[in-house]
């Protein structure tokens, strides 16, 4: 089958298209035809190896020394059951589904073996296959924040970062629950976020929110310490009483099945929107890191995966990057 491989740690060209194995599923497993696959922030900071040097040396020693000795990135999809193991129950030949594996991963390819177990559930009947890839990652990392801020209705929000794919979902998903929702966003993306069900929208490129006199039950930072840690440094100064700043960067999340569930549920309803960017075809996956890893992109950046030329034979995998 056709996969896109990390042949070492390094910059998006590290990745190459490559001809491998199709994998049978083993006992309680099912193998998945994949359609379409989210690339993530997560996924380019893995491949990049992008940690604090302390930890590089222990993460080399865990993942591999010279390149990961997984190389089938991703771990979002859309796609089909295609196989069954044996002891799998929860799914059958056919079955259309979406989910995420943040420990088994492979979504870069073809077809991939899952545990039956994992976060799957069926794929949304309103959505397509592109649609539904850019359902779990934002949304199952946004009910983990809703969740975490205990978030109740009536409370008023601020999401920084409202575009992103976290913030995206979030958005959504705090109005849901009845909150009232103010999102942070640059001047390109305000209409985005005001459509998404925002009651007020700031443009961050023109004015500070800490400025404002608006109070705040819960700040929810949806990009990351990293770069929201200036803008975020005297969010405390627009908590109301009792409130609280908390970010995706906080503690290592959860994710449940039944979040994504209530996701496929609010999908089909018409109250959580999938928003995606751009789209990229599987042998495009150089260009689809580099975009995500520009920092801009408007909600998900999806893959799609064209199985017309299955038996086309492509090279063997070449390290270009020496």
Same mark, same amino acid.
């Given at each position: 089958?056709?996969?896109?491989?990390?042949?070492?740690?390094?910059?998006?060209?590290?990745? &190459?298209?490559?001809?491998?194995?199709?994998?049978?599923?083993?006992?309680?497993?099912?193998?998945?035809?994949?359609?379409?696959?989210?690339?993530?922030?997560?996924?380019?900071?893995?491949?990049?190896?992008?940690?604090?040097?302390?930890?590089?040396?222990?993460?080399?020693?865990?993942?591999?020394?010279?390149?990961?000795?997984?190389?089938?990135?991703?771990?979002?999809?859309?796609?089909?059951?295609?196989?069954?193991?044996?002891?799998?129950?929860?799914?059958?030949?056919?079955? &259309?589904?979406?989910?995420?594996?943040?420990?088994?991963?492979?979504?870069?390819?073809? +077809?991939?073996?899952?545990?039956?177990?994992?976060?799957?559930?069926?794929?949304?009947?309103?959505?397509?296959?592109?649609?539904?890839?850019?359902?779990?990652?934002?949304?199952?990392?946004?009910?983990?924040?809703?969740?975490?801020?205990?978030?109740?209705?009536? &409370?008023?929000?601020?999401? +920084?970062?409202?575009?992103?794919?976290?913030?995206?979902?979030?958005? &959504?998903?705090?109005?849901?629950?009845?909150?009232?929702?103010?999102?942070?966003?640059?001047?390109?993306?305000?209409?985005?976020?005001?459509?998404?069900?925002?009651?007020?929208?700031?443009?961050?490129?023109?004015?500070?929110?800490?400025?404002?006199?608006?109070?705040?039950?819960?700040?929810?930072?949806?990009?990351?310490?990293?770069?929201?840690?200036?803008?975020?440094?005297?969010?405390?100064?627009?908590?109301?009483?009792?409130?609280?700043?908390?970010?995706?960067?906080?503690?290592?999340?959860?994710?449940?099945?039944?979040?994504?569930?209530?996701?496929?549920?609010?999908?089909?309803?018409?109250?959580?929107?999938?928003?995606?960017?751009?789209?990229?075809?599987?042998?495009?996956?150089?260009?689809?890191?580099?975009?995500?890893?520009?920092?801009?992109?408007?909600?998900?950046?999806?893959?799609?995966?064209?199985?017309?030329?299955?038996?086309?034979?492509?090279?063997?995998?070449?390290?270009?990057?020496?």
């Amino acid at each position: 089958m056709k996969a896109v491989v990390c042949t070492r740690w390094g910059p998006p060209e590290v990745l &190459q298209v490559a001809e491998v194995e199709r994998p049978v599923p083993r006992k309680g497993e099912v193998r998945i035809r994949i359609f379409a696959a989210a690339v993530t922030v997560s996924e380019c900071v893995a491949r990049a190896l992008r940690a604090p040097w302390r930890y590089r040396i222990l993460a080399r020693l865990v993942l591999g020394w010279r390149g990961p000795r997984r190389p089938i990135f991703g771990m979002v999809l859309a796609g089909e059951i295609d196989a069954v193991g044996r002891n799998v129950r929860s799914f059958k030949l056919g079955d &259309q589904v979406f989910g995420l594996s943040r420990w088994k991963a492979g979504t870069y390819a073809e +077809y991939v073996c899952w545990s039956a177990r994992t976060l799957l559930a069926p794929r949304p009947a309103n959505l397509t296959y592109q649609e539904a890839a850019a359902l779990p990652y934002g949304g199952l990392l946004g009910m983990h924040l809703i969740r975490k801020a205990g978030i109740k209705p009536g &409370q008023r929000i601020l999401v +920084y970062g409202a575009s992103g794919a976290i913030g995206t979902a979030t958005v &959504q998903l705090a109005r849901h629950f009845g909150a009232r929702v103010t999102g942070v966003c640059s001047t390109a993306n305000l209409a985005l976020v005001e459509s998404l069900g925002a009651e007020a929208v700031v443009d961050y490129t023109r004015e500070d929110f800490t400025a404002k006199a608006d109070r705040y039950d819960v700040i929810i930072d949806a990009v990351g310490r990293k770069k929201s840690a200036k803008a975020l440094l005297r969010a405390g100064d627009v908590l109301a009483a009792g409130g609280k700043s908390i970010s995706i960067d906080d503690d290592f999340p959860k994710l449940r099945a039944e979040d994504l569930l209530l996701l496929e549920r609010l999908a089909e309803s018409g109250e959580l929107t999938p928003v995606i960017d751009r789209c990229y075809a599987l042998e495009e996956m150089v260009e689809a890191h580099r975009y995500v890893e520009l920092g801009h992109k408007r909600g998900n950046v999806i893959v799609t995966v064209d199985h017309k030329d299955n038996n086309k034979q492509l090279p063997p995998v070449l390290d270009n990057a020496g």
